[in-house]
Structures are given as structure tokens and as C-alpha cells.
T-cell receptor, first 112, second 111 residues
Framework: DAGVIQSPRHEVTEMGQEVTLRCKPISGHDYLFWYRQTMMRGLELLIYFNNNVPIDDSGMPEDRFSAKMPNASFSTLKIQPSEPRDSAVYFC??????????FGPGTRLTVL | KNQVEQSPQSLIILEGKNCTLQCNYTVSPFSNLRWYKQDTGRGPVSLTIMTFSENTKSNGRYTATLDADTKQSSLHITASQLSDSASYICVVSVNNNDMRFGAGTRLTVKP
């Protein structure tokens, strides 16, 4: 398996623009997680899905952030409008059971 | 206050030496504690996972210990290699998907 796939790997955008991050989990994994990592705050769980249903989105910072999982092989994290403080590395992870999570390579987002 | 504190923040050691990283937590109760290794520019990779009833778990040259009474865990790296240079993150799970992350220890192994 190719592992968790994320795209793009790098994204540079201007404040106010919409940003969409994409994730393809490992086939057969029922859980999908979105994380954000910054130097100041470390890793933070934003939201996770089980069987394509959002279970806990309490980590989503504000209404500008939204996540969807239309099917078992695809998820998106959208930021609209983006702000400079959203600059971070965003990771997607998946797992078959609530145990070891497999992380993707991350998307480095820079909002100017 | 972060519920998972890691120390030291950073560490530099010579290749071949051993080192121990610490993780103190206040999360209670918890279901498991994990150590992740994160290479620069990559996502974290799981090293070990322990339930509250386990007190040691090994993965090659990595050995994690857990003292649930004192709420402390350590990650011991034996005979360090240059490839061990990375950040090591301690994660304590309240339940399977409610996780509290430490800030990590940045380890540099020098030749």
C-alpha cells in the first residue's frame, strides 16, 4: 500500500483565499484524522471521522475550517477565508482500529 | 497547562551513546500512551504503544517504560545512530481517540 496520501505537499496562498487540503487514507482504514502542527502549539487534533462520519470536531479552531469525507477513500480540509495564523503543517492520519495511526507526509501551508 | 510534559526540549548526543527521553503526564484516567518518532519534514511514525497495565515495551533499540503510579514514561534509545535524529512525541490517550500531545523532544545525534 502507498500509505496515506496527502496533496498538495506545499501550498502558498494569500490571506483571504480559500484553501483545500486533500487526503487519501490507507485502504480498509475506518478512521481518519486531521491534525495541525506548529512550532508554538505542537500537534493538535482538529477532527476525526469513523466510517466517513465526523465523530469529534471539537479541535476545529473556528468556522473558517471545515472537513468532509464523501467516501472511504477521500477527505478534504477546507479553510475559507485563510489567515496568516493558519500557516502550519497539516497532517492526515488513518487507522483500521483505534490504535496506531499512520500519518501522511503532511501539507505545509503558508498564508501570506 | 499542557497535560503532557516532555523533557528535555532538545538533546544532542554522540553516535553510539544511549539516551533517555522523559514524558510526565497528568491525564487521568488514560487508555494508552504512545511514543512517536517524527523525522524532519515527515509525519510521525509510531514506535510503541502501551496500555496503563504495561510497564515496558521494546521496538528494536527503542524501549519505552511506563509508571502509571507516578504518571511518568520514558523512551530509552540504545546505541544511537545518526538516523535517530528526529523529534520524539509522547501522546497520552484519554480514550482511543481523545489524545493529548507532548511538545516533543528534538534529538540530534552527531558523528
Amino acid at each position: 500500500d502507498a500509505g496515506v496520501i496527502q496533496s498538495p505537499r506545499h501550498e502558498v496562498t494569500e490571506m483571504g483565499q480559500e484553501v483545500t487540503l486533500r487526503c487519501k487514507p490507507i485502504s480498509g482504514h475506518d478512521y481518519l484524522f486531521w491534525y495541525r502542527q506548529t512550532m508554538m502549539r505542537g500537534l493538535e487534533l482538529l477532527i476525526y471521522f469513523n466510517n466517513n462520519v465526523p465523530i469529534d470536531d471539537s479541535g476545529m479552531p473556528e468556522d473558517r475550517f471545515s472537513a468532509k469525507m464523501p467516501n472511504a477513500s477521500f477527505s478534504t480540509l477546507k479553510i475559507q477565508p485563510s489567515e496568516p495564523r493558519d500557516s502550519a503543517v497539516y497532517f492526515c492520519a488513518s487507522t483500521a482500529i483505534p490504535d496506531t495511526q499512520y500519518f501522511g507526509p503532511g501539507t505545509r501551508l503558508t498564508v501570506l | 497547562k499542557n497535560q503532557v510534559e516532555q523533557s528535555p526540549q532538545s538533546l544532542i548526543i554522540l553516535e553510539g551513546k544511549n539516551c533517555t527521553l522523559q514524558c510526565n503526564y497528568t491525564v487521568s484516567p488514560f487508555s494508552n500512551l504512545r511514543w512517536y518518532k517524527q523525522d524532519t519534514g515527515r509525519g510521525p511514525v509510531s514506535l510503541t504503544i502501551m496500555t496503563f497495565s504495561e510497564n515496558t515495551k521494546s521496538n528494536g533499540r527503542y524501549t519505552a517504560t511506563l509508571d502509571a503510579d507516578t504518571k511518568q514514561s520514558s523512551l530509552h534509545i540504545t546505541a544511537s545512530q545518526l538516523s535517530d535524529s528526529a523529534s520524539y512525541i509522547c501522546v497520552v490517550s484519554v480514550n482511543n481517540n481523545d489524545m493529548r500531545f507532548g511538545a516533543g523532544t528534538r534529538l540530534t545525534v552527531k558523528p
